[in-house]
């Protein structure tokens, strides 16, 4: 009778074993068959990559049937003029690296669609076509368009908008993979020691005239808008990297930032320098400049894994109180995110921290709009920091996403376009909304 029992137990036991042995016998062979699938993938890209020709003629193909659907950036609504958040890409020319790899040019940007034709392989092997992968934003800036036209429809507005005081906020980002053109866009010194024609079309060189030219027109905006009579204006110039922030106008200085009783965001120690002409001005971002790519060659590309923040404040000559206030930001790569699998423990760390920030950003900007009710800004720096520009309700805000042209960019150019379209919203669905 006993025996019978224990051996009744036992069955039960052998059965509920052989169950999870099943289990994890599916587990086992469903992961296989995933990493099998990836290696699939792997080998299909991998095949298609450099510079085939059939891709190549593929996507010229789709070029020629879609030409004609380009806007041109004057047209139509888009922009800040009405909206708070504008959301454009902009894609750079593929450079002679890429050429040098035979990486071919894979997005088409129509304005105001951008495009992503992903190289594909049906099974046989042999059979190749395009999936195209569209996003409709407020621009869509292709590799031709200067940056004073992408000034024009993005930071000019915002300048006009600070300039009318009020306690006015308005952020600029770039956003993209590292190499995407961040840096180049939001007008870093390269190209002020480069070629005079960049230099002219330097979009913080613009943005620095428009800011004395809108300062000393104070018949623009009355009494109540900046001008140099009653405000002054100031710059402040710092980087987030690994939690860290430093004073770039200030020999790296390590600042705090803090929430006080009254939910003001205050960064402890940020030096304002004040700037009385465009000149002055230029200075002081390129000392900024330096100080943040001096610092990135020693310690092995920083900039790729921080945050640069430039801070034009203006206030009131009487009080001092904050009349506008324009942030400039140039993030770090998208692409560090989600590399947590790779490097050392600090590496791993940095890029969660990076996820994290990029991930509360999408979030607070989407709050400005509306479009979400949680303002997550206490989960990263980088969002505290410019907590202002997305709760106060005089706040505007541009994001540029920057495109990398080729085709083994592919993923990641994806990745920034879905992070750019989940602030606005406006997919186009991937047969270009037909
Ligand atoms: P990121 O800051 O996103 O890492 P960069 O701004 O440093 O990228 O750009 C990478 C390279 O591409 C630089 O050599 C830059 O001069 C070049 N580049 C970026 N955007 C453009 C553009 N729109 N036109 C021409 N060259 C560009
Ligand atoms: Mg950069």
Partial sequence: MVRKSI????????????????REE???????????????????????????????????????EHSGLARSHTEGSGGLSEDKICVCVRKRPLNEKERK???HDAVTCLHPTATVHSAKLRVDGISK??????????????????TEEVYRCTAKPLVDWVCGGRGARATVFAYGQTGSGKTYTMGRIQQMVAADNALS??????????????????????????????ATCSIAIFEIYGGRIQDLLNNRNRLKVLEDGKGEVIISGLEEFEATNPKQFLAMIEKGHTNRTTHATEANDVSSRSHAICQILFRDKNNGKLKGKLSLVDLAG???????KSHNRQRRTESAEINTSLLALKEC?????????????????????????????????????????????????????RYADRIKENVVGDDFGK
């Fill in 201 to 230: 079309a330097h979009p913080i060189f613009t943005c620095a005239d428009d800011i004395f030219e809108t300062l000393s027109d104070n018949t623009l905006f009355g009494d109540e808008g900046c001008s140099l009579e009653n």
């Fill in 26 to 64: 599916r587990r086992r062979r469903q992961e296989a068959m995933r990493i099998e699938r990836a290696a699939e993938e792997k080998r299909n890209v991998a095949q298609v990559n450099p510079g085939d020709v059939d891709f190549i003629g593929l996507v010229r193909q789709w070029r020629e």
């Fill in 129 to 146: 076509y395009l999936d195209h992968h569209s996003f409709r934003f407020d621009h869509a800036f292709d590799e031709e368009t200067t």
């Fill in 334 to 340: 998208s692409e560090r995110g989600n590399d947590t």
């Fill in 365 to 417: 900007i989407r709050a400005i709009d509306g479009k979400s009710q949680h303002v997550p800004y206490r989960q990263s720096k980088l969002t505290l920091i410019l907590k202002d520009c997305f709760v106060s309700r005089n706040a505007k805000t541009a994001m540029i996403a920057t495109l990398s042209p080729g085709s083994s960019s592919s993923d990641h150019t994806l990745n920034t376009l």
């Fill in 7 to 22: 051996s009744a137990t036992d069955q039960t036991r052998l059965r509920i074993e052989k169950m999870e042995a099943d």
């Fill in 101 to 103: 790899k035979r990486d």
